[in-house]
């Protein structure tokens, strides 16, 4: 999949073949974009209506001049994976299975392409990965390889809510075990230099792929997210030297020249390692927070709990936590929304419910406890049935 995303974005050049719309093909416009959906026009709308909310979330970022773009973005939806890959080959060498950036010299040529995945996951992050480097190619053609690919990877996390039209963006924490386990000389790939990884071409990416990603992400991670401005002021700085008419080797010159050279390396590194080390990964947010409330230390467990629902707000795992959590410290009410979020969020409901109705017991709630205990009983009466009815038994007394 790797491979196939970074040769999907570093297309380069023939002629588009036009394909004429077809009777059902949907269209809408935003202000940036203009698609094309072969599953029809409200589709297409939507569609316009969420590449939009993406747009402006990573210019809230990168700060361009929105409304000098010479003509709209072009994207084109098709309804099976067959007609998009029948498509995309014949523009690119290498079969697809996600979204593809097509990008050329000529504006009014330039397209993102796609299908409505089965995995919707992949689907989410490809698009938004895409989406990204659409936009920034947009207005930079030929910025930095470590910038496009390190901020399209930061922002693959990026979501819609349709209901609120409005996007959300839980922190991409994906590589950072990896990229841990890189700077410890755990394990391979060995690390790119940094000169290396920064003025890198696309040969040179491709051939050390399993480094250069994980690190053109922390890159970007770090520079965002450093506490030291120094280093915020960075990735300020190279954004602000990118220059439109440049090449890739120019703008990566000018990028490096600019707003790196001039940061004492050996400073940069050790800082690098400092902030990677400091970060924990979701997984590891949860293993620890269950470590700590398995011994006692609720405090410590409730602040990994709590960062983990900051890296992935909808999982229901952190919220079911926090119940208990709640609960052992007599915070009923609060022990309640936990639960709720959880349930709301995926959890096993007839787990959640039985948790929900020993906290109603404990916080003096009857008729909620009843409730809660005996739907957690019919739904799994082997795993519930006898704990249930011995609350309910008390009740009754």
Same mark, same amino acid.
């Given at each position: 999949?790797?491979?196939?995303?970074?040769?999907?974005?570093?297309?380069?050049?023939?002629?588009?073949?036009?394909?004429?719309?077809?009777?059902?093909?949907?269209?809408?416009?935003?202000?940036?974009?203009?698609?094309?959906?072969?599953?029809?026009?409200?589709?297409?709308?939507?569609?316009?209506?969420?590449?939009?909310?993406?747009?402006?979330?990573?210019?809230?970022?990168?700060?361009?001049?929105?409304?000098?773009?010479?003509?709209?973005?072009?994207?084109?939806?098709?309804?099976?994976?067959?007609?998009?890959?029948?498509?995309?080959?014949?523009?690119?060498?290498?079969?697809?299975?996600?979204?593809?950036?097509?990008?050329?010299?000529?504006?009014?040529?330039?397209?993102?392409?796609?299908?409505?995945?089965?995995?919707?996951?992949?689907?989410?992050?490809?698009?938004?990965?895409?989406?990204?480097?659409?936009?920034?190619?947009?207005?930079?053609?030929?910025?930095?390889?470590?910038?496009?690919?390190?901020?399209?990877?930061?922002?693959?996390?990026?979501?819609?809510?349709?209901?609120?039209?409005?996007?959300?963006?839980?922190?991409?924490?994906?590589?950072?075990?990896?990229?841990?386990?890189?700077?410890?000389?755990?394990?391979?790939?060995?690390?790119?230099?940094?000169?290396?990884?920064?003025?890198?071409?696309?040969?040179?990416?491709?051939?050390?792929?399993?480094?250069?990603?994980?690190?053109?992400?922390?890159?970007?991670?770090?520079?965002?997210?450093?506490?030291?401005?120094?280093?915020?002021?960075?990735?300020?700085?190279?954004?602000?030297?990118?220059?439109?008419?440049?090449?890739?080797?120019?703008?990566?010159?000018?990028?490096?020249?600019?707003?790196?050279?001039?940061?004492?390396?050996?400073?940069?590194?050790?800082?690098?390692?400092?902030?990677?080390?400091?970060?924990?990964?979701?997984?590891?947010?949860?293993?620890?927070?269950?470590?700590?409330?398995?011994?006692?230390?609720?405090?410590?467990?409730?602040?990994?709990?709590?960062?983990?629902?900051?890296?992935?707000?909808?999982?229901?795992?952190?919220?079911?936590?926090? #119940?208990?959590? @709640? $609960? +052992?410290?007599?915070?009923?009410? !609060? =022990?309640?929304?936990?639960?709720?979020? %959880?349930? &709301? *969020?995926?959890?096993?409901?007839?787990?959640?419910?039985?948790?929900? #109705?020993?906290? @109603? $017991? +404990?916080?003096?709630?009857?008729? !909620? =406890?009843?409730?809660?205990?005996?739907? %957690?009983? &019919? *739904?799994?009466?082997?795993?519930?049935?006898?704990?249930?009815?011995?609350?309910?038994?008390?009740?009754?007394?």
């Amino acid at each position: 999949m790797k491979q196939a995303m970074f040769a999907a974005v570093l297309v380069a050049g023939a002629l588009l073949f036009t394909t004429p719309a077809a009777a059902d093909d949907g269209e809408a416009e935003s202000d940036l974009y203009r698609v094309r959906s072969e599953l029809g026009t409200d589709h297409a709308r939507q569609f316009a209506e969420k590449l939009q909310a993406y747009a402006e979330h990573f210019n809230s970022y990168l700060r361009f001049e929105m409304d000098q773009l010479p003509a709209l973005l072009r994207v084109r939806i098709f309804a099976t994976e067959d007609e998009f890959r029948s498509y995309v080959e014949r523009h690119v060498d290498e079969s697809r299975n996600e979204f593809v950036y097509l990008h050329y010299e000529n504006v009014a040529q330039r397209e993102l392409v796609g299908f409505d995945m089965k995995d919707r996951d992949q689907y989410h992050a490809s698009l938004a990965h895409q989406a990204f480097v659409q936009y920034l190619r947009a207005f930079v053609p030929h910025p930095p390889l470590w910038l496009r690919e390190g901020f399209a990877v930061y922002f693959e996390t990026l979501r819609y809510d349709i209901e609120q039209g409005s996007v959300y963006h839980p922190e991409n924490l994906a590589w950072l075990e990896e990229v841990q386990r890189m700077v410890r000389g755990e394990a391979a790939p060995e690390p790119m230099p940094a000169e290396e990884l920064l003025m890198a071409q696309p040969e040179e990416a491709r051939e050390q792929i399993d480094a250069f990603y994980p690190q053109a992400w922390a890159a970007v991670s770090f520079l965002l997210n450093s506490e030291e401005r120094r280093y915020n002021r960075m990735i300020w700085d190279a954004i602000s030297a990118l220059q439109p008419e440049a090449d890739l080797s120019e703008n990566s010159r000018q990028v490096y020249d600019r707003a790196i050279r001039w940061i004492d390396e050996q400073q940069l590194f050790t800082s690098f390692v400092n902030y990677i080390e400091s970060r924990r990964s979701f997984r590891t947010l949860v293993e620890t927070g269950a470590k700590d409330y398995e011994a006692g230390d609720l405090d410590q467990a409730r602040q990994a709990f709590k960062e983990a629902t900051e890296i992935r707000p909808r999982e229901h795992i952190p919220h079911y936590y926090l #119940g208990l959590i @709640a $609960y +052992a410290q007599e915070e009923y009410e !609060e =022990a309640d929304g936990h639960y709720l979020t %959880a349930l &709301e *969020q995926g959890a096993p409901e007839a787990l959640t419910l039985y948790a929900r #109705g020993v906290n @109603a $017991y +404990a916080a003096d709630q009857p008729t !909620e =406890a009843r409730e809660f205990l005996q739907l %957690a009983a &019919e *739904q799994e009466p082997e795993r519930f049935g006898d704990p249930a009815e011995e609350i309910l038994r008390r009740l009754e007394g």
